[in-house]
């Protein structure tokens, strides 16, 4: 539009607004969006929080108990790194102040043995349960008839509650139970040493299993259909389809699997602890802690302490280890395609 004096007038524009990012572009306004947060963040402060740092501190004091040379109770007070010297280098606090290597069967000797325990059902569990749940994830990805009956029914063991699953296990491995029978064995499966951990390594196999068959199969259901039959056309056989197309295809998936039930092998109790009954041969870290606590809540604080960053440290190389293999096998395909 030009005015009489052949000025050039810009036509009107809508009033120029700044563009914002983050959560400012969510609530206009100029709202504080960490309010809509805080009663979250305040009650996980409250729950997760404060026993956390509680537990730290209660590991650096001394239980309470009888004093020896007195004869009268006394509180306990600093105690400095001797309850974790205790535990990790197998040494006991003296009355007097100073320490001494703990003797044989002292719970101080005790914790390396349930470091390696717990490791062992760990390293074993998850092994079979991947196996075996990538099996039967295949069987249940087909399509037949009875598909969603057979879904429903793999998935029993899993819902069945862990303390029923061992209480059912333990009937089952006893002296007399049905094992021996049917194997026509005499072996005293809940106080043997070796045998103790195979039928607990079996209980919680069969419980978790349909755990990790689920997760595979999510990931199962992904992978195209056209691809296979590409594969079928050119001739790949069934063992070539399976190791070159379902295996790079299923790795994110199954690691994620493998993460979840590291993790949660790692804070394995109930099972050995109902099945065995206190049996050494199966104690884990947790139920080790457990059977701390009634003894001395400080120095069981510290063997929580000790648990809960080696728990970390294994959930560390994890996520690093096979996080970064699942996000390069995603890189891979995004490329492929």
Same mark, same amino acid.
């Given at each position: ?74 509180? *306990? ?18 009355? *007097? ?10 719970? *101080? ?18 092994? &079979? ?19 969603? &009956? ?68 999510? *990931? ?118």
């Amino acid at each position: 539009m030009s005015d009489p004096s052949g000025a050039t007038q810009a036509a009107p524009t809508a009033p120029e607004t700044k563009r914002r990012t983050g959560f400012r572009a969510v609530l206009p306004g100029g709202g504080r969006p960490w309010l809509f947060v805080a009663p979250v963040l305040l009650a996980l402060a409250v729950v997760i929080g404060y026993p956390v740092v509680r537990a730290v501190w209660m590991s650096f004091q001394k239980d309470s108990g009888l004093n020896e040379a007195t004869g009268m109770f006394e509180e *306990g007070g600093p105690a400095g790194f001797g309850n974790y010297t205790h535990w990790l280098l197998q040494q006991c606090q003296l009355p *007097g102040g100073g320490v001494e290597s703990c003797p044989t069967g002292n719970l *101080g000797s005790q914790f390396w043995a349930a470091v390696a325990v717990t490791l062992l059902f760990t390293v074993v569990t998850v092994t &079979l349960e991947a196996t075996i749940g990538l099996g039967m994830a295949m069987v249940m990805g087909k399509t037949f008839r009875g598909r969603a &009956l057979l879904r429903a029914a793999v998935l029993i063991p899993w819902a069945i509650p862990t303390a029923v699953t061992a209480r059912l296990w333990e009937f089952m491995f006893q002296y007399d139970g049905v094992v021996n029978r049917v194997l026509h064995t005499h072996l005293l499966w809940q106080t043997d040493p070796t045998w103790s951990r195979v039928a607990v390594i079996t209980a919680d196999v069969w419980k978790t299993t349909p755990f990790m068959a689920l997760l595979i199969l999510a *990931g199962l259901q992904v992978i195209p259909g056209d691809v296979y039959e590409a594969a079928r056309v050119d001739g790949a056989s069934a063992w070539q389809r399976f190791t070159q197309i379902t295996l790079p295809l299923l790795k994110p998936a199954l690691l994620v699997a493998v993460l979840f039930r590291t993790m949660d092998a790692l804070r394995l109790y109930d099972l050995p602890a109902i099945m065995t009954q206190g049996n050494p041969a199966t104690r884990t870290i947790s139920i080790l802690v457990v059977d701390q606590v009634r003894q001395g809540a400080n120095s069981a604080s510290a063997l929580s302490v000790l648990t809960f960053f080696m728990i970390f440290a294994v959930a560390f190389v994890l996520v690093k280890v096979l996080g970064a293999n699942a996000v390069a096998t995603q890189e891979e395909q995004r490329k492929a395609h």
